[in-house]
Each structure stands twice: as C-alpha cells, then as structure tokens.
C-alpha cells in the first residue's frame, strides 16, 4: 500500500472515500505511541476505510518561551511510520493552509477545565489545542478521531468540545505506550541526556507507586465487605487463625475513604526523592482528579479518576498520567 503524502484540504476531500475514515492528529516527529494509534485507527476503519494521520505543529498551542522553534520536524520519517502502520494518507498542511487569514480572531473556548492543571502552567494552551483540533476535524472530515490517553486532560475536553458543539463523530482514547522502563513516549524525551531520563523516570515511577497502593487498598476494601464484623464472626476466624486478617481488612474498610489521600502520598514519595537527585526533578503539579472535569476528588469518591503528574528535568518537561477506579466499580484500570 502507497502512503500519499498531502499538504491541501483540497487534496483530502478530492480522494474517494469507502466506508469508515478514521484520523489520527500529531505534530510529527512520530514514535510508537503514534504508531499504537494508527494501527488502532486501521483495526476500526477495518480493510475497507480510510486512517489519515495528520502532521501540523500548531502555534496557538507553544506559549512564550515554549519549544516551538526547536520541536522536531521530521516528515520524510514520519511518512514512513505512518506507512508502516498502516496510514493510507498523511496530510500536513502548512500553517497557511490551516490559517489562511493568520491567527484566528475566533477560537475555541476551552472553558474552567481548561484552566485546571496544563491550563494553568501553560494558560490559553488548550483554547489553541481546541481550535486545531476543530479545524482539523472540519478538514479531515472523519468519522473517529483516536487521541492517547497520556494527554489525559486534553482527550477530556475534545471529548467535551465534540459533545457540547455537536461534532458528530466518535472519539476514541487509546492507552499509553511506555517504553521498557516505564517512561511514557514522547517526542520530547528525545531532548532528555541519560542522566536527565534517569531521574524522569520518577514520574511513572511514582504512578506506579500510587497505582500499588490503590490496588492494596482495594483488595484490602473487597476482603473487609467480604468479613462481616460480627462477635460470632471473629471468634470463628480467631479458630482458623484468620483474626488478625479480619482485623486488618476491618481496619482497612473503616479508614476506606482516605485511600486517595493514601494514593497521593505514596505518589508523592518518589517525586520528593527524585527532588534531590542530580539532576533534580522539578514539579509542576500532582493531582489525582475526576476526569468529568479534572477536579481534586474527595477521600469519600467512588469511581474514575486519573492520577496526574507534571516535572521538568532540565529543560524538559513532560506529563504522564495512571487511570485509577474507587470504591464500588473496582480496582486499577
């Protein structure tokens, strides 16, 4: 299969389209993470769709002194990813092509949720995302869209711009691709010196940490709903020799509602250890939120969350992300 390279609208909408088209917008600079989700957009636009990938390194999204001059721009390798993922089409347009009358004058609102967390260390970053986004999902024109789930905050409000303004199409959360110890791939590691990744693999390490200690609790939880905590109860589990482990999962289920309180701890261990290493991390921000809105969650909340952390090391800063279920609807996702 021959991988067309694109770089007008004109271009795109002149192809002849059978069945589904899936799309799946970068910035280039493509590594496996891009390509988990163009083989995904190839498994849901099955043999007889379409999968556009996108490359378009957006302005509106760098703020001043962010890396938009020095972000990699590698097209002739990217096309070849692409292709080797199963990609019938790359379209990159240029800035012009994407804004033909200069810097918009309209543009998408990201609202509150886009001022919590990467709004706030990078304020108008999302209203710039939203915009690319919605114009690229005008240009493209596709049925599905897939995102990765390790811009956790921003696959929440394109899913949220697509549900209020009346998009009409699916969007599809891919999970995150990490490499063998653990870092989360992205474009930017690349900028990473060994020392410097060193010391960058705290932020998963620490989900990780987090995640060990959601998962203990919750099977510490499930263990003390299975016990009920009745005389004749403990004094059978005392003849089995079980007392002491109806007594830690009745512990347990009585200080249940401080388990995000417990998960944010053990997170936050590994990021303070990793605070006096050479070169030291720097934190942005921890959180463990609702991702209906990316909002702190209470000790008492049942449900998804995703646990959330921003670091630089150097010059570079990266995010990662863990999904995470309380209480009732289970454990780790």
């Given at each position: 299969?021959?991988?067309?390279?694109?770089?007008?609208?004109?271009?795109?909408?002149?192809?002849?389209?059978?069945?589904?088209?899936?799309?799946?917008?970068?910035?280039?600079a493509l590594h496996e993470g891009h390509a988990t989700l163009i083989r995904s957009a190839r498994r849901i636009a099955g043999a007889d769709g379409e999968v556009v990938v996108t490359v378009f390194v957006n302005p509106l999204q760098f703020g001043a002194g962010e890396d938009l001059d020095r972000y990699p721009r590698t097209l002739d390798a990217d096309l070849s990813l692409a292709a080797q993922a199963g990609a019938d089409a790359v379209f990159a347009p240029s800035v012009d092509e994407v804004y033909p009358g200069g810097e918009p004058q309209v543009r998408i609102s990201a609202g509150p949720m886009g001022e919590r967390l990467e709004g706030a260390s990078r304020p108008g970053h999302f209203d710039g995302v939203l915009t690319v986004v919605a114009k690229l999902l005008h240009l493209t024109r596709p049925d599905v869209a897939l995102f990765g789930q390790k811009d956790a905050q921003q696959l929440a409000l394109i899913r949220r711009m697509v549900r209020d303004l009346n998009f009409g199409m699916e969007i599809v959360g891919v999970p995150t691709v990490r490499e063998e110890d653990g870092l989360a791939l992205s474009s930017r590691n690349r900028y990473l010196s060994p020392r410097e990744r060193h010391t960058a693999l705290a932020l998963s390490r620490a989900l990780f940490a987090g995640g060990d200690r959601h998962a203990a609790q919750e099977a510490l939880r499930a263990r003390a709903l299975e016990v009920p905590s009745t005389h004749a109860r403990a004094e059978a589990l005392s003849a089995i020799g079980e007392s002491r482990a109806a007594a830690d999962a009745h512990a347990v289920a009585t200080v249940a509602p401080g388990a995000p309180a417990a998960v944010r701890a053990a997170a936050r261990q590994v990021l303070d250890e990793a605070a006096r290493l050479d070169p030291p991390l720097r934190l942005d921000y921890l959180a463990l939120v609702d991702p209906s809105d990316f909002t702190e969650i209470g000790d008492d909340f049942t449900g998804e969350a995703v646990l959330a952390v921003a670091a630089r090391v150097g010059s570079t800063r990266l995010i990662d992300n863990l999904p995470l279920t309380f209480g009732s609807l289970g454990a780790a996702s």
């Open positions: 299969m021959t991988t067309a390279l694109l770089s007008t609208a004109d271009e795109l909408h002149a192809r002849v389209r059978h069945g589904r088209r899936a799309v799946v917008m970068t910035m280039g």
